[in-house]
């Protein structure tokens, strides 16, 4: 359960640009509609907790998941799987690209990412709105 919990949150982590709100519908699917881990209701109840939680909601949400789930095993497998495509992907573009920040294409890269972020982020409070 637990490799399964670090390679889903893995998958999430590594296929969302945004932070948390845009990973919310990814986790309802897998979490909730995929695999039946938990309960619909239950998940809001969690994404409720996470919200009122200080810290990242993406990194709350596992934690809430992965205590759900594993006990202290998944809450460790959660966090790293959410956290790590993030960490290495932000590393290789420092390292890769630091010398190009302002090239006009890459500039061009980032403007075209933002409206489909702000697209995620409605499609998930839609959906959850929806659901109550």
């Known amino acids: 359960m637990v490799i399964q919990l670090f390679w889903t949150f893995f998958k999430i982590?590594?296929?969302?640009?945004?932070?948390?709100?845009?990973?919310?519908?990814?986790?309802?699917?897998?979490?909730?509609?995929?695999?039946?881990?938990?309960?619909?209701?239950?998940?809001?109840?969690?994404?409720?907790?996470?919200?009122?939680?200080?810290?990242?909601?993406?990194?709350?949400?596992?934690?809430?998941?992965?205590?759900?789930?594993?006990g202290w095993k998944g809450i460790i497998a959660c966090i790293l799987g959410a956290a790590l495509p993030s960490i290495v992907i932000i590393l290789l573009i420092a390292m890769c690209l630091t010398g190009y920040k302002d090239h006009p294409t890459i500039e061009a890269i980032f403007r075209g990412i933002r409206p489909a972020v702000v697209a995620m982020i409605v499609a998930a409070v839609v959906r959850m709105i929806r659901n109550l």
């Open 13 to 70: 982590g590594l296929f969302t640009i945004g932070g948390g709100y845009v990973m919310l519908p990814f986790i309802q699917k897998e979490v909730v509609d995929r695999h039946h881990w938990i309960e619909e209701s239950e998940f809001y109840d969690m994404i409720a907790l996470a919200q009122a939680a200080p810290g990242v909601f993406a990194i709350n949400t596992a934690i809430f998941i992965g205590h759900r789930l594993g």
